[in-house]
C-alpha cells in the first residue's frame, strides 16, 4: 500500500531538496496511490559514504517509506567509465575488482539508512555491456553537442582551459539508457546531478517511454564549510566510530549547524527554526552543535551510543584526559596551523600564534613543545591548548 | 618494386595538393625503397564519383605507380554512422541495403582509375561492429572535446547556432581506429578530411603504433565556380556518357580552366603553366576549354571517344542541330536565369534579358516562346538564343 498522506509528499518534495522537476506532475504521481519506480544511480568508486550523500539516501528512504519501489542501479559499467559531475579532473579508469570490492562495503552501508530487502538491486552492465557501436550511436543521435556542453560543469572546464575527455560524454548517454532499461517512474540524486537525470528523460522520450521526474538534494558541506573531500578531512562518513562521529560534528562550522539538522537528521523543520533564531540571537551554538552530534550519531548508532559518545565527549573536554582520538589524515607536507583552523581547534590564526608563543603547543608523543608558527605537521597526536587535542597521521 | 624517382615523389606529394603532414617524413618513407601502406576510406554513401573526388583517387592511382600497397577501407559501418566533414546538415542513417547497393557502384567507378587487382580492400565493420562500450570509452578516452570542437566544420556549426548530434562526434574515432587495424603508414583523403586523417595519426600513438603521415587534396570546384553539388546541377561525374561529359565540361568557368586541368588531367603542369599565361594575355579560353575535354573525355572513355565526342560537340554547335542532352537536374522551382547562368549558357542575367526581349528563348517541347526573364525553369528542352540547349528535368 502507498501512502499519499500529503504532508508527507510535501515534506519529501520540500525538505532539503535542490531541483524537483516537473514538481507538480511528481506531486500528481504520488497522490495517486500507484507504486512508482524510484531510481538511484550507485557510482560505487568511494568506499565511504559520507552524510552529505547520505541525506540523498535518506531521501530514498522517505519514498520507500511511502511504499515507493526503490530501485538500484549499481553502475558496475559505469563506474569503469567514469562521470564529471563531482571533479574538475578526469577520473582514472577503475578495474572490475575494484568496482566490487567497493560496491560490497557499499551495500553494508546503504543498509544502515534503506530496507534492503525492499530493494531492487539492478547491474547496469546487464545492458550497457551488450550494446554495439551502431546502438551506441543511436544513443549519441539522440544528443546534440551543444546540450553537452551548456552542461554547468563541463562549461566551467571549457572557460577554464581544463581538458575534458570525450568519453566523459559518454556518462550521461548511459545514465539516460539506465532509466529506459528500468522504467523509472522518478529518479533523484545529488544536487550536481541535474543534467544526467534530465538525460533520463531525454532517452526516455527517445524511447517511446514516459519522462521520469527528478528530484536533487542540497549539497550538504564539509566540517570546515568547504566541499566535503578526505584530502581535506573534513568529511564525517557514516561508518565513523559513535565517539569520532560526535567529536567530527563538534568540528561542524556554527553556522552550519541549521543546515546539517535541515540534512542529516529528522528533527523537524519548525524546531530546526527555533534552534537557528536562537543562535542569531546570541545563544551558546555548542548546546545546538551537541544536540546535532547526538541526533546524528543516534541514527547510524542508536541512542545509547549516542549517549555514550555525549558523556565521553564532556568528560574528555572537561577533565582535560587525552581522548581516544580518530587519525586525522592529511597527505604530505601541511601546516598545522591549516589543520587547526580546519578541525575548528583554533578560530583564527592569530589565536594559533599566541598559543605557540605561550608555548602551549605540544607534539606529545615526542614531548616536544612546537615553536614555529609555521610547523610541518607530524603524525602523531598534539595537545593545542588545555583541553584541545588532534591525532595527525601523515600519509 | 618500389620506384623511388625523386621527381615522381616530388610531383606526388606538390600537384593538387592541400596538405601533406608531416612532409619531410612522408619523403623520407617514400625514397626508402619500403613498400608503403596507403589508406583511403571509401565512403560509399553516393553513387556516383565526381571528378573533385576522382582527383583524390588520381593521388591514390599515383602512389599504386610507384609500387605501394593501396588499402581501400570500405566504410560500411561508418557509413551507417554519418560523417560531418562535408556537410553542415546531419546525415540520415543508410540501411546495411543501401550501403551495399552504393559500394558495388562504387567498385566499378573505382576501377576507372585504380588497377583492382591489386587493391587490398578492407570492411570497417569488420572490427567495428565487435567493438563493446567500454573499448569505445577507451577510443573516446582518446580525445578531448576541445579537440572536437576546435576542428573547423564544427566550430563554423556552433558558431552559426547549428546543431551537431553527439553522434558525429564518433565518426573520427571509428576513421582513426581503421588506421590502427589496417597499420597504415600514409592516409589520403579530400581537402576536407585533414582533422579525420590527423585522427589516424592520434589513435595510433594511443595504441602504441607508428603514426601514419596524410595528404589531402584540394578542391575541385563545380562548373559554374561553387562546390560540388548534385542538387545545383553543377558536376561531372566519372560515369558521364562522352557526349555528355565533353558538353559539361564546355560549361565549366573560364577562370577553372587551370585548375581542371591540374586536377582532372595528367597534363603536365609547364603546359599548364602556357595555357594560364595565354587565357590570362587574352586568348580565347574556348580553344583550352576544348582540349580540357578532351583529356577528360580520353582519360575515362580513351581517346577515340574523346575525339568523337569532340567532333559531336562541333558539329552540334556549328549546325545549329539541337544536341542529345543528358538531363539537368532541378529540384523545386528555381527560375530559368539561374539555371542558364549556372550551366555557361548565358553570361549574365542582362545577356539573358536580351534574349527574352528579342524572343529568343523557346521551350521546345511545348514550342513557346519564353517572355518572362523570371520564369521558372520547367521539364523539357529549352532553346537558348540560336545555337544553345539545354535539357531540365524538375524533380
Redesign the interface.
Known amino acids: 500500500m502507498v501512502d499519499t498522506d500529503i504532508q508527507k509528499i510535501n515534506t519529501l518534495l520540500g525538505r532539503g531538496t535542490e531541483d524537483v522537476f516537473v514538481k507538480d506532475d511528481l506531486l500528481k504521481k504520488l497522490s495517486s496511490g500507484k507504486q512508482l519506480r524510484i531510481k538511484f544511480g550507485i557510482d560505487p568508486t568511494g568506499p565511504k559514504i559520507h552524510i552529505g550523500r547520505a541525506a540523498v539516501l535518506r531521501k530514498l528512504k522517505a519514498f520507500q517509506d511511502l511504499g515507493h519501489q526503490i530501485v538500484l542501479i549499481i553502475g558496475d559499467?559505469t563506474a569503469?567509465?567514469g562521470d564529471a559531475s563531482d571533479k574538475s579532473e578526469k577520473r582514472p579508469m577503475l578495474s572490475k575488482e575494484q568496482v566490487n570490492e567497493n560496491f560490497k562495503a557499499y551495500k553494508e552501508q546503504i543498509g544502515k539508512i534503506l530496507d534492503i530487502s525492499k530493494v531492487e538491486f539492478r547491474y547496469n552492465s546487464d545492458w550497457?555491456?551488450t550494446?554495439?557501436?551502431?546502438q551506441?550511436?543511436?544513443l549519441?543521435?539522440?544528443?546534440?553537442?551543444?546540450q553537452?556542453?551548456s552542461r554547468r560543469n563541463?562549461k566551467e572546464r571549457?572557460e577554464n582551459g581544463n581538458?575534458?575527455?570525450?568519453?566523459?560524454?559518454?556518462y550521461p548517454?548511459?545514465q539516460g539508457y539506465d532509466s529506459v532499461m528500468v522504467e523509472a517512474d522518478v529518479e533523484i540524486g545529488g544536487f550536481d546531478q541535474l543534467f544526467n537525470l534530465k538525460a533520463g528523460r531525454i532517452m526516455q522520450k527517445h524511447f517511446g517511454k514516459e519522462e521520469q521526474n527528478v528530484l536533487t538534494v542540497q549539497m550538504l558541506e564539509g566540517t570546515d564549510g568547504r566541499k566535503m573531500s578526505t584530502s581535506w578531512g573534513n568529511v564525517i562518513t557514516i561508518t565513523d566510530e559513535p565517539n569520532d562521529m560526535f567529536g567530527h560534528i563538534m568540528s561542524v562550522k556554527d553556522e552550519l549547524i541549521p543546515k546539517y539538522f535541515l540534512l542529516a537528521t529528522d528533527v523537524v523543520t519548525s524546531e530546526i527554526e527555533i534552534i537557528t533564531k536562537a543562535i542569531t540571537d546570541g545563544a551558546n551554538p555548542m548546546i545546538y552543535k551537541k544536540q546535532l552530534a547526538k541526533e546524528i550519531v543516534a541514527l547510524y548508532h542508536g541512542a545509547d551510543a549516542a549517549q555514550n559518545a555525549y558523556e565521553h565527549f564532556e568528560n574528555t573536554f572537561s577533565k582535560g584526559e587525552i581522548p581516544e582520538l580518530a587519525d586525522m589524515e592529511v597527505a604530505g607536507e601541511t601546516q598545522l596551523v591549516e589543520i587547526c583552523l580546519h578541525h575548528g581547534l583554533v578560530s583564527s590564526k592569530g589565536e594559533f600564534a599566541r598559543l605557540i608563543e605561550s608555548k602551549s603547543i605540544e607534539h606529545m608523543d615526542s614531548e616536544k613543545i612546537v615553536d614555529d608558527k609555521n610547523a610541518i605537521a607530524q603524525s602523531g597526536t598534539y595537545r593545542i591548548g588545555k583541553k584541545r587535542f588532534i591525532k595527525i597521521k601523515v600519509i
Do not use: G, N, P
Not at 550494446?131 to 551502431?134: E, G, Q
Open positions: 559499467f569503469q567509465i550497457l555491456a550494446l554495439s557501436f551502431a551506441i550511436c543511436e549519441a543521435e539522440v544528443f546534440t553537442v551543444q553537452m556542453i563541463f571549457i581538458e575534458i575527455s570525450l568519453r566523459e560524454f559518454m548517454l548511459m
